[in-house]
């Protein structure tokens, strides 16, 4: 078995070479192309993955940016309504202030309207009243200038006491 037959050795040899060349032709040709096909797609597929990667990089940076400027306008909103309902509740205190003003200096008005006129009254019940009494005291005989001075008195008494 472990001879060595010189005939059988170069059939062999020639059988290997000829069974190489034709796997070299038919068969690593194909299956080498393959590969280098597989891997030109695997590389192809990892830059289209990159580039994927990049423009969704891209896009989240857009879209972080988007949310920034919402919150920055939102806040800008916020201070804006802010300052228009500090102005509105300012506004709205300066008329009630304002209001009340005018209602107490027209209270105040009246108060003296009425002031006044009771003491019209009470100066027109007085001299009826020293009317009454001058009447009375003429009856016992007084003089016109006792009359005028008792009025006068009167009416400066009635005056005091107000």
Do not use: H
């Not at 289209?48 to 400027?69: C, F, G, H, P």
């Amino acid at each position: 078995m472990f001879e060595v037959n010189p005939g059988v050795s170069i059939w062999t040899i020639v059988i290997f070479i000829v069974l190489l060349i034709i796997l070299r032709k038919f068969a690593w040709k194909p299956i080498l192309g393959i590969l280098e096909e597989r891997e030109n797609r695997i590389k192809s597929s990892l830059e289209m993955a990159d580039q994927v990667k990049t423009e969704a990089t891209k896009s989240l940076n857009q879209y972080r940016k988007l949310i920034e400027e919402a919150k920055t306008e939102s806040i800008k909103i916020m201070e804006k309504a802010e300052k228009e309902g500090e102005k509105v509740k300012s506004d709205i205190i300066r008329k009630a202030n304002t209001e009340a003003e005018n209602i107490l200096t027209k209270a105040q008005k009246e108060i003296s309207i009425q002031k006044e006129q009771a003491l019209e009254e009470i100066k027109k019940k007085s001299i009826e009243f020293s009317i009454d009494i001058a009447s009375k005291l003429i009856a016992s005989v007084i003089t016109i200038d006792q009359q005028k001075k008792l009025t006068d008195k009167a009416l400066k008494e009635i005056t005091k006491n107000l």
